[in-house]
């Protein structure tokens, strides 16, 4: 385990508790990423991603990749583990999806940035509604983590779950947009089971 990865679970351990269980997974040519899971007051539960935050995002086009400088991050998704439907049964099936998206930018040079989607390529969990997720803004349930420059911070980015058609809303109205219809219309973004915004 790296320093930098020491320093990420203590800060996640330091906001969220002592996780509760946690898994590994490690794609070809990629370092380990796991995936630790928080239990919080009530039916809330928390992953969180370790290891995306060991090297920086670089961008693709770069002709040589910055082993120091770039952005650093680190995904929380947060759901009702108790929610009615059949997802809820299912939830830790999330985690292998998790691990997917925090090794892309190792595997696809992808730079994940508040605002973004990222698309699974299938549902987030079995039997769930959500294909992909839109990234949404750092330091609210964990706060940045510094480090020693030139190293920037490590941003823990929420994970919002997107049905297939607020994805495509999304990718022609914008994030803020589709968050302002989720604001307006009560969304509940933990609720495992939940349906579409209307998006007419």
């Known amino acids: 385990m790296s320093d930098v990865t020491q320093l990420v679970e203590a800060r996640l351990i330091t906001a969220l508790g002592e996780p509760d269980a946690r898994a590994a997974v490690t794609f070809v040519g990629t370092d380990r990423i796991e995936v630790l899971r928080f239990r919080a007051d009530g039916n809330v539960v928390r992953y969180a991603t370790l290891g995306m935050s060991d090297h920086p995002m670089t961008d693709p086009t770069a002709a040589?990749?910055?082993?120091?400088?770039?952005?650093r991050a680190e995904l929380v998704l947060t759901v009702r583990s108790g929610a009615p439907g059949p997802g809820s049964a299912v939830l830790d099936e999330v985690l292998r999806p998790l691990a997917v998206l925090a090794a892309s930018p190792q595997?696809?040079?992808v730079v994940v940035t508040p605002g973004a989607s990222l698309d699974l390529g299938g549902p987030l969990w079995p039997g769930a509604p959500f294909t992909?997720?839109?990234?949404?803004?750092?330091?609210?349930l964990v706060q940045d983590l510094e480090l020693i420059e030139p190293m920037e911070p490590v941003r823990f980015l929420p994970l919002l779950p997107m049905t297939g058609n607020e994805a495509a809303w999304k990718r022609v109205h914008g994030a803020g947009a589709l968050q302002d219809r989720w604001l307006r219309?009560?969304?509940?973004?933990?609720?495992p089971a939940r349906s579409g915004v209307p998006l007419g």
């Open 64 to 71: 040589v990749a910055d082993q120091l400088r770039g952005p």
């Open 185 to 191: 219309h009560g969304t509940d973004l933990r609720d």
């Open 107 to 109: 595997v696809e040079g």
């Open 132 to 140: 992909s997720v839109l990234v949404g803004e750092p330091g609210g």
